[in-house]
C-alpha cells in the first residue's frame, strides 16, 4: 500500500478534465477580449474532451492500481463511474450550451464550473480513504454553490443557492465531525482497513456513531430522507441546466463512496437497519410529496428524493449482486433523469419553470421529445420495457432474502403512488391539446419548443438508450458486477 | 415437434416491427390500409401454430435464448393447450380492432394504430412468455398502449377512466413483482415451466397465493376490485373496449390458471372457498348491476364481470371439466363480448348515443345489424346451439358436482344473463324508436359484415361442435389437474397423500383417449366425473369439517 505508485496512464479521465479544466480558465480570461471563446466553437472542447474521458475510462475498466499511499484506487469501480461522470459530463454540458437564464459573458466560468465540479466526482470515483473522499466532494460541492444561484436577476435562485451553502455547510461539518470520531476510535481512514474492524454499536460505539454522522453528509448529496429538505427547493431555484446537473452527477459521487463504504456494512449491523429505514421512508416520504407539486422541477426533487431511497435498497443487502444493483440503477437513475431534464430544457425556451399545463399539446408541437419524455417518465416509476425497470427489478431481487423483505414490499408499493405524478407527465404531453393559459408566473408559455437537430439527438439518443438497456441490460450489467467485484471481492 | 422456425417470437415482433415502420411512415400514406395488411399478416404469421399437436399436454413451440445469464433471466417462449387459444383470441382480434374502427376514430388515426399493434404485441407476450419476467414485462408493457387508447381517444370521461385503469392495474401488480422476486429467491429461477413442477413451503405459497390473487383478481376483474371495468370500457373507443374485453381480462384468469394452481396448489386449495364464493358474488352482482343499466356499453361491461365469474368458478372447483368450461369461457366471450363492443361502436357511430333509449326499435331500419345483436346477445346467455351455451354448462355441471349448493347459487346468474340481454335486445329491436333519426341510418357496410361474420360463423361452429377445441386443451388441463391434485395437500404433508398422487393420474387417460380425442364434450358429460369423488380426500372432507377444524385451517398459515 505504501508507495506512490504514480503512474499517468492510470489517470487519464482525470488528466483530460484537468486539462479541460485548464483550457476553460484560459478562455475565461481571453474572453474579455475575444469573445468568440464563449461561442459555440469556443466551447466545443467541452463536449469532446468530455466524450474523451469517457473513452479513455472505457479503455482502462480492467485496470486495478493503488496510487497514493494507498489513498487513491482504479479499479472496475471507479472506472465504471467515471465513464458515467463523464457522459453525463457530455450531456449535462451540451444541455447547457444555451442556456437562456445565463448572460453570454458568464457562459465560459459556467462551464468552468460545471467541470471543476465533475472533476472532483471523477477523483471522488477513485477516493478509497476518508479524507479523500472529504477533500473531493468538497472540490465537486463548491462549484454547485456557485452555479446554483447562476440563474439572470433571480431572487429564487439567489434563495435556492444561500440554502444549498449553508445546507451544505452544517452537513459538511456533520461529516466532518463524524470523521474525527471515526479516526479517534478506529484509528485508520483507508476503507480497506476499516472494513476489517467491527462495526457493531457494542465493540465500537464511538465508530458507529462517526460513521452515522459521516452517512450523513453523504445522504445530503443523495437528497435522502432526512437530509432531503434543500433538494425541491434548490431545484426549483436553479436555472433548468443547472438542476438537471445537480440532479444527478452529484449524486453518483454519494452512491460510488457509499457502495465502497458498504464492505463496512453487514445487513446485521444496527446502521445497516438505520439505513433501510431511511430507505423506505425516503421512498414513501419522496413519492407522497411529489405527487402534490405543480412545478415539474419540484416534482422531479422529492422525485430523487425517492430514488436516494431505492439506490440505498442495493446498499442493504451489502452483497456483490446489491452493490452491482446499485450501480447499475445509479446509470439508470442518471439516464432517464438527464433525459427528463433535457427535455424539460428544451421546452422551456426562456429558461423559466414549468408547470404541468406547459406540456399540453407537446405531442403535437414535437413528437419527437413527447416520446422521450413519456419513455423517461415510465423509467423513472419503473415500469417495462425500460432500464429503469431492470435496475429495480435487480435491486429487490437482490435484496429478497437478505432479511428486509418488508423493505422490498414498500418499494414496490410505492411505484403505486409514484405512477400518478409520472403518468400526469405523459397524460398531459399527449392528451390534453389546450395550451395552458397561464404559467407558473403568470404569463402564458409562448409555442417555442427547441426542435433543433441538437434537441432531438439528444434527446432520441438517450430516449433510445433508456428502451435498449432495459430490453438487452447484459452487458452493462456485468460491468457492474465487475465494478461491485472490485469491491467487496466475491464471485 | 422442435422446429427452428421461431413462429411465436414473429408472431410476437411482428406488430412491434409494423409499429415502427407506420410511426416512422409519413402522415398522409393510408394508415386504416396500412395497419390492415400488417394485422392480416399477423394471421398469417399465425399458421404455423396451426401445427400444434393436441394431443400433448406440454409446451410446444419452445425456444429458449438466454437473455441476462447473470441474473438466470431467459427469452423463453411456449405454448401448450392452455394459452395457444389466448395467443390466436389477441391475433385474430387485431384485424377486427383495425376494421372495426375504420370510420370510429377520425383524430391521430397514426398514432392510434400504432398503439393497436403495440397492444397485440404485448397480448401475445403475455400468453407465450415461459419466464417470469419476461411475462411480467409484456403484463406490465401493455398497460402503457391501453392507457393511450383511453385516455387519447376515448368518451368525456376518458381523464378518470384512463388514470383509474392505470393505477388500478399497476397498484395490483406491485406485489405481483414482489412474488416473482420471491419465487426466483425461494425457487432458484425464473422460469415458469420449472417453477410450476416445485414444491413451496404452505406459509411461502400462502402469501405468493394472495400476492397473485391481488393482481389476476382486478384483471380479472373479481367482484370487490371491478371498479375499473366498467369506467375503462365505457370511455374506451371501441376497438380499446374490444381488445380490453377480448384479451385483457383474459389475462388475469390465464394467470390463476398458469401460475396460482400449479405453483401454489396447497393454497389455491386453502383458499378455494373464498376463490368460489368472490366468483359466485361476481356472477350475480355482474349481473344484477347489468340489469339495472340504461348505457349499451356499461351493460355489456357488468356482463363482463359476471362471465369472468365463471370462469373463476370453473378454474377453482379443480376439476378437468371445470377447467375446460373455464378455457371454454375465456375464449366464447372473447370473441362474443368482443363482437358486442364492436356493434356498440358501430350503433354509436349512427346514432352518436350509447342510452338504450336512443337505439330502440333497430329491428326495423337495421335488420341485418339486430340479427348479428341478437345472436351475440344470446351467445352471451348461453342459449343452446351457441359456444356460451357449452362453457357455461360445463362450468355449471362442475360446479353442481362440486357442492350443489354452488352450482344452484349460480343459476340465478345463469337467469339474469338472459333476463338483462333479451330485455337489452327487445328494446333494441322492437321498442318505439324514439325519434325518426333511425330511418336515414345505413344497415351493414360490407366491412362491418366482414368482422361480424367471422366470430358469428365461431359461435355457431364451437357450439354446435366444440369438441375440436376440447381435444386441444384437455391434455394439458388433465395433467395440471392431477398435477395439483398430487400436489394440494402441499409440500409438507407429501407422506400421506401418496394416496392423491396415485389416482389422479390413472383417471385421466379415459377422457382423453375416448371423450378428449373423438367426442370431448359428450365424453367429458358422460364421464360422471374425470377425477373420481372419493379420492381428492381432503377437499371433499372440507365443506363438512367441524366448525374447529375450519378455524383451525384458516389460522393455519400464521401457527405454522
Redesign the interface.
Known sequence: MGELNFNFSFIWPETIFFILILYLFLAALLEKKRPAFAGPLGLLPVPVLGLLAALSSALTLDLSQTMFFGSYRVDALSQFFKLLISLGFVVASLNALKQPTLEAEKRVEYHLFLTLSSFGLVVLSSGVELVTIYLALELSSYSLYILVPARAKSKEAAEAGLKYILFGAAATALALYGLSWIIASQETTYIAKLAELPWDFATSPLAVMGLALFLGGLFFKLALFPFHFWCPDVYQGASNETAAFTATLPKLGAIIVLIRLATLLKPELELTHILAFLAAVSVTYGNLCALVQKDLKRMLGFSSVAHAGYILVGLCAGTAEGLAAAAFYAMAYLLMNLLCFWVISRISHDGRNLAYDDLNGL?DRSPVLAMCL?ASA?SLVS???TVG?IGK??L??SL??HGY?WL??VV??N??IA??YY?SL??HA??EDVPAQASLDGTPLINATDTGALSYAGALVMGILVLLLGVI??PV??LA?NAAKAVVGGN | MSSSYPALTVLTFWPLLAALLLALCPKDVHVRAVSLVASLIECALAIPLLRFQGGESGFQFLEKID?????GLSYTMGVDGISIFMVWLSVFTLPVCVLCSWTYIGQRVK?FHVCLLLMTMACVGVFSALDL?LF???W??L??PM??LI??WGGDE??YA??KF??YT??GS??L??AI??L???GGTFSIPELMKTDFGFTFQYWVFLAFFIAFAIKVPMFPFHTWLPAAHVQAPSAGSVILAAVLLKMGTYGFLRFSLPMTPAASAHFAPLMIAISIASILYGGLVALGQSDIKKLIAYSSVAHMGFVTLGIFVFSVQGAQGALFQMLNHGIITGALFCMIGAVYERSHSREIAKNQGLGKFLPCFMFFFGLFGFASFGFPGTNGFVGEFLVLAAAFKFKTVVGILCVPGALLAAAYILKLTLRMAWAEPSSADGKGWKDLKKKEWVYLALPAALVIYLGLSPSGFLSYVTPTLESAIADFDSRKGGAGKAAAPGVAAAPAAPAAPPLSAAGGMETGLSGALRERSPLPRGETPAFDSFPSESAAAFADRLTRPITE
Do not use: M, N
Open positions: 405531442s413519456a415510465f415500469l417495462p420495457p425497470f427489478l435487480w429487490i431481487t429478497w432474502g423483505d422490498v414490499i414496490c408499493v411505484s403505486a405512477i400518478f403518468l405523459v397524460r399527449y392528451t441490460p447484459g450489467y456485468s458486477l | 437473455w441476462v445469464p447473470a441474473w398514432e419476467v411480467y414485462f409484456f406490465e408493457a398497460l402503457i392507457y393511450l385516455a387519447v376518458k381523464r384512463s388514470i392505470f393505477i399497476l397498484a406491485t406485489l413483482l414482489v422476486v420471491a426466483r429467491i425461494q
